[in-house]
């Protein structure tokens, strides 16, 4: 079977962003990992948030794949508050490098089931947690820009982390 150009669109834009991602996750610090990203509602260090997409990628890909097979995705009520600090604390003790990882394989998981997905399918309506009521493709894009939204976060703090081996600040 080949690849719708809808499916093959989603493909390209979740590998690039996987790209982005590995490179300005792969090249921090070890102090880095510990800047805080989000202060409210708690803190989440960089390595939080490192967490978060690994847990929300496999999450969100199983929402996708329910959907395609014609599931209702999300539970109504579905409370990722919840669901994110379970996750936060269920991954506290893997590595980074581990955490790296387990974030690569994720995105291959979803890059293989979706490149299986016949086009046909992205029009499907299934519930996305943060999203409500959206078609399977808007999910997918999601996963995308749920990762791009937070790296602009990364991005916007890193002007004030220091380089690797650079000095603190006021020292």
Known sequence: MSMGERVRA????????EQKSRQAL???????WQAIVYAEP????LRD????FVSAEAELLALAQDVARGGTGAPEG????????????RLAGRSNEAL???????RRATLAWLRELPEETLDRVGRHPALGDVTLETMILAI??????HMRDV????????????APRGE
């Not at 991005?155 to 650079?166: F, M, N, T, V």
């Open 155 to 166: 991005q916007r703090i890193g002007a004030s982390l220091p380089a690797e081996g650079d």
């Open 78 to 89: 579905f409370d990722f508050d919840a669901f994110n600090a379970e996750e936060k604390q």
């Open 26 to 32: 792969g090249q921090l610090s070890p102090e880095q």
């Open 144 to 149: 995308y820009g749920h990762q791009l939204l």
């Open 42 to 45: 708690h803190a989440w260090t």
């Open 49 to 52: 948030l490192l967490a978060h």
């Open 10 to 17: 989603l493909v390209e834009k979740l590998e690039r962003g």
């Open 100 to 106: 790296l990882a387990e974030l690569a394989e994720s």
